[in-house]
């Protein structure tokens, strides 16, 4: 296998190498515990860092500092344009450490360095870009109001939107920097304070970037890390009554304990939750278009993405081009760490992922489903395990009904477009889907039809800070990108004069 290693930064190496505290009030501090836990380098199974592991009581020290901020206006009461101005001041100091940012992210999560300098970083800093600008175009509305009372009187009325308050921010560890910053950057545009906690496995980033966001001029206790090894923190922080947000992505089963546990304070929730996400290639879809397709929309970050295409519904004609091509173009994969230039399957996040993906594949072949391709767990410390294709019949393998959350695509043959709808519906989730066709009339009848937040023609998984995205049905509440987005960190306060 031929490699093209990237030398590692030595900005790099020193960050990774440092012991790391949690970030409250603008300093980086050791947990009340004095605890730590080791992050890994998922290429090689090694320690790669050490993080404070923090509980419940940092989370009250945390929150009370965004409290703290949050009422003394050190922030929300900023004109907008000079917060718009701190935030784009942090594009370009996230700018000037792409390059460093992206390397962190691949060493820890494991990711390809071209997803993370791409998406990571390159896609962060453009959502961060549109995001600081919203900072500045925040509006409520002037309303005709009928008040018919005292007789005679006249009214105006006007909504404004105010920041929400104290934001809990909750990450996963598929994109640990992008989903930190669609949630911390609309948060602070709308003037709100922010404790975010990282994924356990996957806390780097976020905690540099914490440091990145001081440097700009966020001031302390604006933005606040806990880090912490297990659901502890995110208990405390989901549970504290000063949290006015609560902005979640993650599974659907924590998600539903984020929720119970919101209702109790009333705390506003956005939940970006899990999917299991169809793809449909109808006869006439262009077929290699379709195959390209496959690989990004399944493939991608090894599957470890929300909106990931995991189960294809080609219509008869098609299916068996569909189920060779993509074969032939999965055997012409190279494996390798992420910091390998050259390889295109890097490892999963975590030893336990991969256990829960590789058991997934033995009982798909329990169930009946067929396995084409791949699929195999190369002996290697690292967290590696090759992309599966299976072939089923029917819609009852566990391959179809759960979230693997990794590189493992089902393709279910189907004769009639009504069968595709009702089996790709056929899932408590509704997060995204795809459509493959050079039918217009067909498409457009057919969107209508797709129970998904999101429903891409012709392509599968491109997303953009301008088009809402979250989930249908059990994949969420809410939505983030856009205007949606930033509304979601603000209450909408309805004033009415009488004159
Ligand atoms: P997870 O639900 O296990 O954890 C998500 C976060 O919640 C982590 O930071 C975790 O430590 C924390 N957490 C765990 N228990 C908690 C509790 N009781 N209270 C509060 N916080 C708690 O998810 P994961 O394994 O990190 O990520 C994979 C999941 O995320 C998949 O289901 C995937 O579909 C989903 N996801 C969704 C989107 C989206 O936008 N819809 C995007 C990325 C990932």
New binding site residues.
Partial sequence: MTQDLVSVLEEVDAFVQRRHGLFIDGRSVPGLAGRYYDVFNPATGLALSQVADGDAGDVDLAVASAHRAFVSGVWSGLRPADRERILLRLVSIIEQHAEALAQIETLNQGKSIHLSRAIEVGASIEYARYMAGWSTKLTGETLDVSIPVPPGSRYTAYTRREPIGVVAA??????PLM?AV?KLIPALAAGCTVVL?????TPLTALRLAELALEAGVPPGVFNIVA?A??A???A??ASSLVRK?S????????K??GR?AIENMTRIT?????KNPMIVLDDADVDKAIGGVMMGAFLNQG????AASRLYVQRKRFDAVVEGVSAAMRELTLGPGMDQAAQVTPL?SKR?RQSVSRYITSGQHDGAKLVCGGAMPESPGYFIEPALFVAQSSESTLIRD?I?GPVVVVVPFDDVDTAVRLANDTPYG?AASLWTNDLSMAMNLVPRIEAGTVWINSHVPVDPNLP???YKQ??IGR?FGRYAVEGFTELKSVCIAH
Avoid at 170 to 175: D, H, K, L, M
């Fill in positions: 909750i990450v996963p560890w598929n994109f989903i669609w906690k990282p994924a356990p496995e912490g297990d659901a923190v995110g208990q922080l989901v609560i979640f992505t993650g599974s659907t089963s924590v998600g304990h984020v546990a939940l970006e939750l899990g999917g470890q993405v929300c909106a996040v992922h979230e959350f997060l995205f979250g989930g994949s969420g983030e």
